[in-house]
């Protein structure tokens, strides 16, 4: 399974960016996609997560502000950021729970996300 994400950078505080990861993998089914990060001294964690149906969850800093979705037809999840905040600047992952026969935990490289104020 490889998870490909594009769309970091810098921003100033109000501004907006999206955030892709293209999933692939042979024969695998990729279940519940999302987002977490993690700043420094920090630890991982949630900030959007969508399941196959269009279910989404996210964390109460970004609700409002984030928006989470997938095609399913192209394994890809998309987080647009809006209203950005200082407090967001952080590495942004994402993460996919890939199926064949099993459920594997899979996580992209990362992305560099930077809010100045």
């Known amino acids: 399974v490889q998870l490909v994400e594009s769309g970091g950078g810098l921003v100033q505080a109000g501004g907006s960016l999206r955030l892709s990861c293209a999933a692939s993998?042979?024969?695998?089914?990729?279940?519940?996609m999302g987002w977490y990060r993690q700043a420094p001294g920090k630890q991982r964690e949630l900030v959007a997560t969508?399941?196959?149906?269009?279910?989404?969850n996210y964390a109460n800093s970004v609700k409002g502000r984030f928006t989470i979705s997938r095609d399913n037809a192209k394994n890809t999840v998309y987080l647009q950021m809006n209203s950005l905040k200082p407090e967001d600047t952080a590495v942004y992952y994402c993460n996919a729970r890939a199926v064949r026969l099993v459920e594997y935990n899979s996580w992209g490289q990362g992305t560099q996300v930077t809010v100045s104020s």
């Open positions: 969508m399941s196959r149906g269009g279910s989404a």
């Open positions: 993998g042979s024969g695998f089914r990729f279940n519940d």
